[in-house]
Protein backbone atom coordinates (compact mmCIF):
# COMPACT_ATOMS: atom_id res chain seq x y z
CA UNK A 1 0.00 0.00 0.00
CA UNK A 2 2.21 2.20 1.20
CA UNK A 3 4.71 1.76 -2.28
CA UNK A 4 1.71 2.02 -4.39
CA UNK A 5 0.78 5.59 -2.94
CA UNK A 6 4.28 6.78 -3.52
CA UNK A 7 4.75 5.33 -6.85
CA UNK A 8 1.64 7.15 -7.77
CA UNK A 9 2.35 10.48 -5.82
CA UNK A 10 6.10 10.70 -8.23
CA UNK A 11 3.76 9.37 -10.95
CA UNK A 12 1.93 12.26 -10.53
CA UNK A 13 4.73 14.43 -10.16
CA UNK A 14 6.37 13.40 -13.47
CA UNK A 15 3.44 14.56 -14.96
CA UNK A 16 3.54 17.68 -13.90
CA UNK A 17 6.63 18.40 -14.52
CA UNK A 18 6.16 17.11 -18.14
CA UNK A 19 2.90 19.88 -17.89
CA UNK A 20 4.82 22.83 -17.30
CA UNK A 21 4.90 23.92 -21.25
CA UNK A 22 1.30 23.21 -20.95
CA UNK A 23 0.85 25.49 -17.53
CA UNK A 24 2.35 28.17 -19.45
CA UNK A 25 0.23 28.46 -22.82
CA UNK A 26 -2.56 27.64 -20.27
CA UNK A 27 -2.53 28.03 -16.91
CA UNK A 28 -6.39 29.76 -16.66
CA UNK A 29 -7.45 25.68 -16.98
CA UNK A 30 -5.44 24.81 -14.43
CA UNK A 31 -7.02 22.94 -11.49
CA UNK A 32 -4.94 23.98 -8.52
CA UNK A 33 -4.79 21.33 -5.69
CA UNK A 34 -8.63 20.59 -5.85
CA UNK A 35 -8.37 16.79 -5.57
CA UNK A 36 -5.18 16.77 -3.16
CA UNK A 37 -6.50 14.27 -0.33
CA UNK A 38 -3.15 14.19 0.58
CA UNK A 39 -0.38 17.61 0.95
CA UNK A 40 3.07 17.46 2.03
CA UNK A 41 5.33 20.26 3.71
CA UNK A 42 8.88 20.98 2.70
CA UNK A 43 10.26 22.29 6.04
CA UNK A 44 13.37 23.62 4.23
CA UNK A 45 13.99 25.00 1.22
CA UNK A 46 16.69 27.40 -0.92
CA UNK A 47 14.61 28.79 -3.32
CA UNK A 48 16.99 31.86 -3.37
CA UNK A 49 19.29 29.60 -4.62
CA UNK A 50 21.20 30.97 -8.10
CA UNK A 51 20.49 27.44 -9.32
CA UNK A 52 16.46 28.09 -9.43
CA UNK A 53 17.29 31.49 -12.05
CA UNK A 54 15.61 29.33 -14.72
CA UNK A 55 12.78 27.94 -13.34
CA UNK A 56 12.48 29.09 -9.63
CA UNK A 57 8.99 30.48 -10.72
CA UNK A 58 7.26 27.60 -12.97
CA UNK A 59 8.55 25.45 -10.00
CA UNK A 60 6.78 27.08 -7.12
CA UNK A 61 3.97 27.90 -8.93
CA UNK A 62 3.58 24.35 -9.52
CA UNK A 63 4.17 22.55 -6.38
CA UNK A 64 0.47 23.42 -4.88
CA UNK A 65 -0.94 21.43 -7.81
CA UNK A 66 1.51 18.27 -6.94
CA UNK A 67 0.66 18.07 -3.15
CA UNK A 68 3.54 20.15 -1.97
CA UNK A 69 0.89 22.63 -0.23
CA UNK A 70 3.70 24.68 1.88
CA UNK A 71 7.30 25.56 1.64
CA UNK A 72 9.50 27.29 4.03
CA UNK A 73 12.14 29.03 2.07
CA UNK A 74 15.11 29.84 4.80
CA UNK A 75 17.68 32.21 4.58
CA UNK A 76 21.48 31.98 5.16
CA UNK A 77 23.33 35.30 4.63
CA UNK A 78 21.96 38.89 4.47
CA UNK A 79 21.39 38.19 0.64
CA UNK A 80 19.01 35.38 1.03
CA UNK A 81 17.29 36.94 3.65
CA UNK A 82 16.17 39.30 1.37
CA UNK A 83 15.35 37.31 -1.17
CA UNK A 84 13.22 34.97 1.07
CA UNK A 85 10.91 38.22 2.22
CA UNK A 86 10.51 38.58 -1.66
CA UNK A 87 9.32 34.83 -2.01
CA UNK A 88 7.28 34.96 1.02
CA UNK A 89 5.70 37.93 -0.60
CA UNK A 90 4.57 36.76 -3.97
CA UNK A 91 3.67 33.44 -2.99
CA UNK A 92 0.90 32.15 -0.90
CA UNK A 93 2.26 29.41 -0.05
CA UNK A 94 5.68 29.87 0.89
CA UNK A 95 6.81 31.32 4.10
CA UNK A 96 10.33 32.17 5.43
CA UNK A 97 12.84 32.22 8.10
CA UNK A 98 15.62 34.16 8.37
CA UNK A 99 18.66 34.15 10.02
CA UNK A 100 22.77 33.66 8.99
CA UNK A 101 24.00 30.50 8.58
CA UNK A 102 27.36 29.76 10.52
CA UNK A 103 29.25 29.36 7.28
CA UNK A 104 28.39 33.56 6.65
CA UNK A 105 28.59 35.02 10.24
CA UNK A 106 31.98 37.38 8.73
CA UNK A 107 29.38 39.26 6.88
CA UNK A 108 27.24 40.28 10.14
CA UNK A 109 27.92 43.36 12.21
CA UNK A 110 25.69 45.56 14.44
CA UNK A 111 24.13 47.61 11.68
CA UNK A 112 22.91 44.10 10.00
CA UNK A 113 21.94 42.97 12.90
CA UNK A 114 19.52 45.56 13.92
CA UNK A 115 18.19 44.77 10.26
CA UNK A 116 17.71 41.54 10.61
CA UNK A 117 16.44 41.84 14.43
CA UNK A 118 13.41 43.97 12.05
CA UNK A 119 13.19 42.11 9.59
CA UNK A 120 12.30 38.60 11.32
CA UNK A 121 9.22 41.04 12.80
CA UNK A 122 7.26 40.76 9.31
CA UNK A 123 4.14 38.55 8.38
CA UNK A 124 4.54 35.24 7.00
CA UNK A 125 7.88 35.32 8.54
CA UNK A 126 8.01 32.25 10.84
CA UNK A 127 10.91 31.20 12.87
CA UNK A 128 14.68 32.71 13.01
CA UNK A 129 17.31 30.45 10.49
CA UNK A 130 19.25 28.82 9.72
CA UNK A 131 21.34 29.50 12.45
CA UNK A 132 24.29 27.22 14.28
CA UNK A 133 27.77 25.82 13.91
CA UNK A 134 29.75 24.32 11.42
CA UNK A 135 33.38 23.00 11.68
CA UNK A 136 33.48 21.13 8.61
CA UNK A 137 35.92 23.58 7.54
CA UNK A 138 38.13 25.53 9.68
CA UNK A 139 36.87 29.31 8.74
CA UNK A 140 34.91 31.14 9.87
CA UNK A 141 36.11 31.45 13.43
CA UNK A 142 34.63 29.07 15.37
CA UNK A 143 34.79 31.78 18.28
CA UNK A 144 32.75 34.14 15.99
CA UNK A 145 30.78 31.38 14.87
CA UNK A 146 29.23 30.80 18.54
CA UNK A 147 28.74 34.56 18.96
CA UNK A 148 26.64 35.12 16.44
CA UNK A 149 24.70 31.84 17.43
CA UNK A 150 24.00 33.06 20.75
CA UNK A 151 23.04 36.36 19.41
CA UNK A 152 20.61 34.88 17.08
CA UNK A 153 19.48 32.82 19.37
CA UNK A 154 18.35 35.68 21.83
CA UNK A 155 16.47 37.21 18.81
CA UNK A 156 14.44 34.10 18.41
CA UNK A 157 13.64 34.30 22.06
CA UNK A 158 12.74 37.86 22.15
CA UNK A 159 10.87 37.44 19.10
CA UNK A 160 8.86 34.43 19.97
CA UNK A 161 10.14 32.63 17.31
CA UNK A 162 11.65 29.28 16.60
CA UNK A 163 14.40 28.53 15.54
CA UNK A 164 16.01 26.33 12.96
CA UNK A 165 19.31 25.03 13.78
CA UNK A 166 22.43 24.18 11.44
CA UNK A 167 24.79 21.93 13.20
CA UNK A 168 27.68 19.92 11.41
CA UNK A 169 30.26 18.18 12.81
CA UNK A 170 29.90 20.36 16.47
CA UNK A 171 27.29 18.58 18.16
CA UNK A 172 28.44 19.27 21.99
CA UNK A 173 28.85 22.99 21.93
CA UNK A 174 25.65 23.43 19.81
CA UNK A 175 24.16 20.92 22.67
CA UNK A 176 25.89 23.24 25.71
CA UNK A 177 24.95 26.94 23.75
CA UNK A 178 21.25 25.72 23.43
CA UNK A 179 20.77 24.39 26.73
CA UNK A 180 23.44 27.38 28.45
CA UNK A 181 20.72 29.71 26.63
CA UNK A 182 17.58 27.92 27.41
CA UNK A 183 16.72 27.23 23.96
CA UNK A 184 13.96 24.29 25.68
CA UNK A 185 11.64 27.59 26.11
CA UNK A 186 12.36 28.65 22.34
CA UNK A 187 12.11 25.50 20.35
CA UNK A 188 12.53 24.33 17.22
CA UNK A 189 14.47 22.14 14.87
CA UNK A 190 17.56 20.67 14.10
CA UNK A 191 17.61 20.73 10.35
CA UNK A 192 19.56 18.09 8.47
CA UNK A 193 19.77 15.93 11.48
CA UNK A 194 23.12 13.99 11.09
CA UNK A 195 24.31 13.01 14.44
CA UNK A 196 23.34 9.42 16.26
CA UNK A 197 20.51 8.16 18.40
CA UNK A 198 22.22 9.59 21.56
CA UNK A 199 22.19 13.44 20.80
CA UNK A 200 18.86 12.83 19.09
CA UNK A 201 17.73 12.21 22.56
CA UNK A 202 19.25 15.20 24.16
CA UNK A 203 17.66 17.20 21.33
CA UNK A 204 14.26 15.78 21.44
CA UNK A 205 14.56 15.85 25.36
CA UNK A 206 14.95 20.13 24.85
CA UNK A 207 11.63 19.68 22.61
CA UNK A 208 12.98 20.25 19.33
CA UNK A 209 11.96 18.38 16.39
CA UNK A 210 14.45 16.54 14.10
CA UNK A 211 14.56 17.77 10.13
CA UNK A 212 15.06 14.61 7.65
CA UNK A 213 15.67 14.82 4.26
CA UNK A 214 17.12 13.10 1.10
CA UNK A 215 20.18 11.42 3.03
CA UNK A 216 17.53 9.37 4.84
CA UNK A 217 17.62 7.54 1.01
CA UNK A 218 20.76 7.38 0.92
CA UNK A 219 22.25 3.56 1.39
CA UNK A 220 25.39 4.17 3.50
CA UNK A 221 23.42 6.08 5.70
CA UNK A 222 23.35 4.09 8.88
CA UNK A 223 23.04 6.71 11.76
CA UNK A 224 20.19 8.90 9.84
CA UNK A 225 18.15 5.90 9.10
CA UNK A 226 18.58 4.57 12.65
CA UNK A 227 17.54 7.75 13.89
CA UNK A 228 14.63 7.64 11.34
CA UNK A 229 13.63 4.77 13.40
CA UNK A 230 14.48 5.46 16.87
CA UNK A 231 12.58 9.01 16.61
CA UNK A 232 8.88 9.61 17.99
CA UNK A 233 6.80 10.26 14.98
CA UNK A 234 5.72 13.89 15.98
CA UNK A 235 8.50 15.16 16.34
CA UNK A 236 9.67 14.52 12.57
CA UNK A 237 9.59 16.99 9.82
CA UNK A 238 10.21 16.38 6.02
CA UNK A 239 12.42 18.91 4.23
CA UNK A 240 14.81 19.12 1.23
CA UNK A 241 16.87 21.36 1.69
CA UNK A 242 16.82 21.84 -1.95
CA UNK A 243 18.92 22.74 -4.55
CA UNK A 244 20.80 20.48 -2.21
CA UNK A 245 21.00 16.62 -0.95
CA UNK A 246 19.14 15.11 -4.00
CA UNK A 247 17.39 11.73 -2.75
CA UNK A 248 17.95 8.55 -4.61
CA UNK A 249 16.96 8.32 -7.34
CA UNK A 250 18.55 11.92 -7.82
CA UNK A 251 21.21 12.05 -5.48
CA UNK A 252 23.80 14.28 -7.00
CA UNK A 253 21.62 16.47 -9.23
CA UNK A 254 19.76 19.92 -8.21
CA UNK A 255 17.03 19.13 -5.45
CA UNK A 256 13.47 20.82 -5.54
CA UNK A 257 10.21 20.08 -2.90
CA UNK A 258 9.52 17.71 -5.91
CA UNK A 259 11.77 14.93 -4.39
CA UNK A 260 9.95 14.96 -1.10
CA UNK A 261 7.57 12.28 -1.67
CA UNK A 262 11.26 9.79 -1.85
CA UNK A 263 11.55 11.05 1.42
CA UNK A 264 8.81 10.09 3.12
CA UNK A 265 8.37 7.16 1.41
CA UNK A 266 12.46 6.18 2.61
CA UNK A 267 10.75 6.97 5.80
CA UNK A 268 7.82 5.03 5.75
CA UNK A 269 9.32 1.86 4.83
CA UNK A 270 11.80 2.39 8.03
CA UNK A 271 9.28 2.75 10.33
CA UNK A 272 6.93 0.15 8.26
CA UNK A 273 4.27 2.94 7.89
CA UNK A 274 1.93 3.80 5.30
CA UNK A 275 3.49 6.79 3.25
CA UNK A 276 0.25 8.56 3.46
CA UNK A 277 0.54 8.91 7.33
CA UNK A 278 3.75 10.07 7.36
CA UNK A 279 3.04 12.81 4.60
CA UNK A 280 -0.03 13.61 6.91
CA UNK A 281 1.70 13.36 10.51
CA UNK A 282 4.69 15.38 9.36
CA UNK A 283 3.01 18.03 8.01
CA UNK A 284 1.49 18.61 11.16
CA UNK A 285 4.18 18.37 12.92
CA UNK A 286 5.73 21.31 10.41
CA UNK A 287 2.70 23.49 11.42
CA UNK A 288 2.87 22.92 14.92
CA UNK A 289 6.53 23.73 14.83
CA UNK A 290 6.72 26.76 12.88
CA UNK A 291 3.01 27.59 14.67
CA UNK A 292 1.22 28.01 11.46
CA UNK A 293 -2.45 27.29 12.42
CA UNK A 294 -2.60 29.87 15.59
ZN1 LIG B 1 19.57 24.82 4.59
Redesign the pocket.
Known amino acids: MALLWGVFCIARICLAISSLDWYNKDSKNSKRGEDMEYSMIDS?A?YDDEQFEKDRDKLLTILPEVGIGLVVN?G?SMESCKSTIALTKKYPHVYGALGVHPGSVEELNEDRFVWLSQAVRQEKIVAVG?IGLDYYYDEPDRQLQKDWFARQISLAADVGLPMII?SREAAQDTYDIMRSLGCEDVGGVI??FSYGVEMARKFLDMGFYLGLGGVVTFKNARTVKEVAAYAPMDRIVLET?CPYLSPVPYRGKRNSSLNLPYVAEAIAQIRDMDVEEVCRVTSENVRALYRLDS
Open positions: HHVAEHHCD
